[in-house]
Nanobody, 125 residues
Framework: QAQLVDSGGDLVQPGGSLRLSCAAA????????VGWIRQAPGNEREEISC????????YYSDSVKGRFTVSRDAAENKVYLQMNDLKPEDTAVYYC??????????????????RGKGTLVAVSS
């Protein structure tokens, strides 16, 4: 069964780092655009990053630009989100989404052919 599994969320202190993973099973993630979306309690979802198919272009929202980096590992069939200098306002459930057209619309994917269930990132001292 084709699916995305996101993982790597944890409790971290302000200024700390985490790396989230988005693993694909049953399909080749390299052919898809992959976006990272987050949603904090009581807030609307925020699309924060996208990487286009292959070793493609990367895009970030202003809220994470310069702190977060999205990358692919085709051999592992995964996409990663490296998050540095984390702030309390980064606290949210993060999930990845894959779209088969392969292209990003800024930090957003055009659609969600597959979506992970989410992983919680909590930034607190």
């Amino acid at each position: 069964q084709a699916q995305l599994v996101d993982s790597g969320g944890d409790l971290v202190q302000p200024g700390g780092s985490l790396r989230l993973s988005c693993a694909a099973a049953g399909f080749t993630l390299d052919y898809y655009a992959v976006g990272w979306i987050r949603q904090a309690p009581g807030n609307e979802r925020e699309e924060i990053s996208c990487i286009s198919e292959g070793n493609g272009n990367t895009y970030y929202s202003d809220s994470v630009k310069g702190r977060f980096t999205v990358s692919r590992d085709a051999a592992e069939n995964k996409v990663y989100l490296q998050m540095n200098d984390l702030k309390p306002e980064d606290t949210a459930v993060y999930y990845c989404a894959a779209e088969g057209g392969g292209h990003c619309l800024g930090p957003s994917v055009y659609g969600e052919d597959y979506r992970g269930k989410g992983t919680l990132v909590a930034v607190s001292s």
